[in-house]
């Protein structure tokens, strides 16, 4: 069965409150990725510069049910579909929702990795995927 690959962006609507922006952004992540695992989807979120940058693997039916999902989400603002491709096997297929974000490594350089993915993503979507899954692999044992 072929697997879908959806990359978007949207602005990011949260603000600190009870729970600052990186623990909400740890627990969106966490939930997707319980509800990603029976849905037999898997990915990574990204959060720099107040933007969301995200990748969902999975059935195309279902990754476009949590795509729609997603837009209708008051979390988001400005969501834009990059990229939606057929592929043959998944890139991020050990990861039913990873996640980088500024400031999860300070003293690295995942800042500005994250900062060049962001850039990445207006040039070249493949690439911009491509650098995803480096990154992630980069940092898996230092990030959550």
């Known amino acids: 069965m072929p697997i879908s690959r959806l990359l978007y962006s ?3 609507r ?3 409150g009870a729970l ?3 623990r909400q952004i740890t ?3 966490g939930e ?3 509800l990603n695992e029976e849905a037999g989807i898997t990915g990574l979120l990204v959060f720099v510069e107040e933007q969301f940058i995200q990748i969902l693997e999975g059935e195309a ?3 476009e049910e949590i795509f729609e999902r997603i ?3 008051f979390r988001h603002a400005q969501v834009r579909l990059i990229d939606l491709v057929s592929v043959k096997e998944r890139l991020f297929d050990r990861w039913h929702m990873a996640r980088l974000c500024e400031g999860d490594d300070p003293g690295s350089s995942l800042d500005d990795d ?3 993915i962001r850039y990445l993503l207006g040039v070249n979507a493949r690439v911009a995927v491509e650098r995803m899954h480096e990154t992630l692999l980069s940092y898996e044992e230092v990030v959550p």
């Open 10 to 12: 949207s602005v990011s």
């Open 14 to 16: 949260l603000e600190p």
């Open 20 to 22: 600052t922006i990186d």
């Open 27 to 29: 627990r969106i992540a």
């Open 32 to 34: 997707a990725a319980l």
């Open 61 to 63: 039916e279902v990754v």
């Open 71 to 73: 837009c209708c989400d």
């Open 114 to 116: 994250l900062r060049n």
